[in-house]
């Protein structure tokens, strides 16, 4: 890796000093609803009989900005719903219908929409998804591009890392800042029956290359189901301290295709951070969250694991929602803009764009998208009702 352009990854991911003042501050702040804020930008009214803000102008809020006071910044973008795995909280073991490849968004349409988060609506934080994003063969190529826009933005991907060996150093060489890797299960028995294919050695040999590469830290996100890989959760936390990794539980979410999501048996951060506890030691991580979706934990192991230290994070969208900081806005592979994980109301930028519409334009419609974000997913509701569309469609 070039010396400049290591020295200015480190300078991008090297954190604030934090006060113990700031950290006592966090903890007093709710992270589940927001609140509906009196004023947005001068002169500004209430809607008639609706008690929400009216919409500000983008001169006064060129941003992401909603109703209630949240701006997003983070911009996940799903570069295709196909994946090469059929895990069972995701797809059916016989897979989707997948889109139309003139129905998908174009690289140059990708960059272009990317273009238009970062430079005119405030988007720092990239993070290409899929379904399988290493599925595109222009990927290496999108990144690249991406990574030469001003100002440039925190670019990273969440795949599932299989042919991530064979492709880890080009995308760092790239531009590529990061990466997350879904691995639910160091058991190639396990992860058979959570994927539905004998995958484990090239996921992990995937997650060696992306090391090497100089792609860290390494996030690596697990999803728990009862009775099948919630046994293993120390394990895989004890595998990720040792090797340097920064281990993400994600609780099961409503977004599975066979609808088996329930939400009286799933597996929850309390009874995650349970698991956890027979092993390690868990104390609240000092650093703001800051809007981030992981919940962070400092763990310190057990006995003859003593050795093993770092931090754990527990993302708990169901259990324990962070709807009231949420700061992501979302692009579907066919250039669809979902304010909200959860949801159904969709804003398509894609035809528009197509059109001959211009990136003022375009950033108009984006900001509408946003502003009409909910103000919470109501997964805790008893009214909630599952989105149609299955995460692999919409992208995480």
Not at 42 to 51: F, K, M, V
Not at 67 to 82: I, K, N, P, Q, W
Request: glycine share 10%.
């Amino acid at each position: 890796m070039p010396p400049d352009r290591a020295a200015g990854r480190e300078a991008r991911r090297r954190p604030a000093a934090h006060s113990a003042v700031a950290y006592s501050r966090r903890m007093t702040v709710s992270l589940g609803l927001p609140t509906i804020p009196r004023r947005l930008a001068t002169g500004e009214t209430a809607a008639a009989g609706a008690g929400l803000p009216t919409r500000p102008g983008s001169d006064s809020a060129p941003g992401l900005l909603d109703r209630f006071g949240r701006t997003a910044t983070d911009l996940r973008v799903s570069l295709t719903d196909r994946c090469n795995l059929r895990c069972t909280y995701c797809m059916p073991a016989d897979g989707l219908p997948w889109l139309p490849k003139d129905q998908a968004l174009s690289a140059d349409e990708i960059v272009r929409l990317v273009s238009v988060g970062v430079r005119d609506l405030g988007v720092r934080q990239v993070r290409f998804t899929g379904g399988e994003p290493l599925l595109r063969a222009d990927l290496v190529d999108i990144v690249r591009r991406v990574a030469a826009l001003e100002p440039r933005p925190d670019i990273s991907l969440t795949t599932n890392a299989i042919g991530l060996a064979q492709r880890a150093g080009a995308l760092a060489d790239a531009g590529l800042d990061r990466i997350n890797v879904s691995l639910d299960s160091l058991h190639a028995e396990t992860f058979e029956t959570l994927t539905r294919r004998p995958f484990l050695d090239k996921v992990l040999a995937g997650v060696d290359a992306a090391a090497a590469a100089g792609l860290t830290p390494i996030k690596i996100n697990a999803v728990l189901l009862p009775g099948v890989n919630d046994h293993e959760a120390a394990d895989l936390l004890a595998w990720s301290l040792d090797r340097g990794h920064e281990l993400r539980f994600i609780e099961q979410m409503p977004l599975d295709a066979d609808r088996t999501w329930h939400r009286a048996s799933f597996v929850t951060a309390d009874d995650i951070r349970g698991r956890l506890a027979e092993r390690f030691v868990l104390s609240p991580h000092a650093a703001p969250r800051d809007g981030a979706p992981a919940e962070l934990f400092d763990a310190v192991g057990l006995g003859t694991e003593a050795h093993l230290v770092g931090t754990v994070g527990i993302i708990a969208s169901v259990s324990e929602p962070f709807c009231g900081d949420c700061r992501r806005t979302r692009l579907t592979a066919e250039g669809g803009v979902r304010s909200c994980l959860f949801g159904d109301a969709e804003t398509g930028l894609r035809d528009p764009l197509r059109a001959g519409a211009s990136d003022a334009e375009l950033a108009e419609l984006w900001r509408g998208a946003m502003w009409a974000k909910p103000a919470s997913h109501g997964i805790d509701r008893d009214d909630f009702v599952q989105p149609v569309r299955t995460m692999s469609a919409i992208g995480g």
